[in-house]
Structure formats: C-alpha cells, structure tokens
C-alpha cells in the first residue's frame, strides 16, 4: 500500500492531477461547447447561401454583358478589338465618349464576346474576331453611316496620347493598339481597319449613285445628237412629222430583198 500510495505522489503537491478527458466538464463549458459545435453549420450554410447569390449576380451580369455584344454584333458592319489595358479609368471613358452618335465601346472578356458571336444569326461573319482573342480587348461597333467617323475618332484619340512621347518615339509607341477587325465578314488587320477612314458612308454612295443616274438622261441626249444613226433620225421624225400614227418600220421601210 505504502508503495501505492508513493507512486500517487509528485514531487512538488504529492498529488497527481486526474487526466484531461477524466475532469468533468462545469455547465458553462458544457454550454459553451454545445453552443459552438451547432454553430459552425449554420455559418457554413449561410455562407453557402451568401456564395449562390453571388454567383446568380455574376451570372445575370455576364448575360447582360453578352446581350449588349449580341445587339453590336446585329447592328454593326464593321467591328474591332482595342488594345486598352495601359489606359486609366479617365483615358478610357474619353475615348468612350468620343465615338460619333450610333457607334459605342465595350470592354468585355474574350469569353463573352465569343459567347456573343455564337448567339447571332450568322455565327460565321464574326468568327475572324476571334483571332484576336489572346488578350483581352475593347469592342468598338460602328454601322454603315458612321464608319468613317469611328476609326478617325480612335486615330486621334492614339495621337493625343502619343504626343507626351518625343517626336522621334511617337511612331514606335502604341498606348493602344487595334488587335482585329472584322468588315462585313472579312476580317481585318490593324492596318485594314485605319484604312477604313477612307470607306464612302452610306449616305455619300447613295449621293454619288445619284449623281451618276441623274446624268444618265444628259450623255444619252449628248451621245444620240452626235451618232446620227437610223434610229435617231426615225425618232426625230417620228416626233417632229405631222402624222403622229406611223411607225418606225414605216417612216424607214426595209429595203426590198432581191427575189
């Protein structure tokens, strides 16, 4: 017994203490404890609820985004990609707001706009976008009527922003830089696109259509008076004579064949 109960003793309290899982537990920590174990799943199912409301706002914000693209796409004849990611927040929203009215800038992931494509009528006619795909790019659309317009806007918009380069410099530096472009289905390099600025409006094709129709009339006249061939002078007589009823076949009969 004498060695039992030396065995029971420490050298500093000659007691030793019960182990851990053997002190009871008082009805503050039993609380406590129970209280934290039902806690933990309705923090993890209140973060799984806040985390799908994220992802339906992600997802509704994408498919607005990807609608917008669609609709440029539906409107546009001719469609390219800009290099902007070494613009500030301020140098963009310029260039956004120096389009003309009708055209307009997106910046949008490659994904989207990939989506975008597939969802129009004619998934083929954009598909040379995708070429410039390896980084990401601001969309700009531009219509029939204001083509023109767009691509000179975008090359003033990159000379002012080359103009804190010396001379020398500017024509090696690209703040921007157009990535592809796509015309009515053809698809287009940087080069392609700037040399857009030379394209004829709508407006001014209709004009030189017209023209060109309106002098029809005028060398007609100018080309009868100078080759005065048998029809002209049968419909001068035919015009100008007294008798309104006779035919051309009349006013120049055939010449009697030799039997």
């Not at 001719?78 to 927040?89: C, E, H, I, S």
């Not at 790019?137 to 000179?152: L, S, T």
């Not at 003033?156 to 015309?183: A, D």
């Not at 007589?237 to 010449?255: C, I, N, Q, R």
Request: charge should be positive; aromatic fraction near 6%; charged fraction near 25%.
């Amino acid at each position: 017994m004498a060695a039992a109960g030396s065995m029971m003793q420490t050298p500093c309290c000659g007691r030793i203490s019960p182990p851990l899982s053997a002190q009871p537990l008082s009805s503050r920590q039993a609380l406590g404890n129970s209280a934290h174990f039902h806690r933990r799943p309705l923090q993890r199912q209140g973060r799984r609820g806040s985390l799908q409301v994220q992802n339906a706002i992600n997802r509704e914000k994408k498919e607005k985004i990807v609608g917008r693209l669609k609709e440029g796409l539906d409107s546009s004849i001719a469609v390219f990609g800009v290099r902007y990611n070494k613009l500030t927040v301020k140098q963009f929203d310029g260039f956004r707001n120096s389009m003309p009215e009708g055209a307009q800038v997106i910046a949008a992931k490659n994904t989207l706009m990939g989506v975008a494509i597939e969802q129009t009528a004619k998934p083929e006619k954009w598909a040379g976008l995708k070429d410039g795909f390896l980084m990401e790019n601001a969309w700009v659309f531009a219509n029939e009527n204001n083509i023109k317009e767009v691509v000179k806007a975008y090359k003033e918009f990159e000379e002012e922003l080359r103009e804190k380069y010396l001379k020398e410099e500017r024509k090696k530096m690209f703040p921007t830089n157009v990535s592809i472009g796509v015309l009515d289905g053809t698809t287009l390099d940087r080069e392609g696109v700037l040399g857009l600025e030379k394209m004829m409006t709508k407006q001014q094709a209709i004009g030189m259509i017209a023209g060109m129709l309106i002098g029809i009339p005028t060398k007609l006249a100018m080309v009868t008076k100078m080759v005065p061939t048998k029809l002209a002078l049968a419909v001068n007589a035919l015009t100008e004579g007294d008798d309104k009823t006779k035919t051309v076949g009349e006013v120049f009969p055939k010449a009697k064949t030799e039997s």
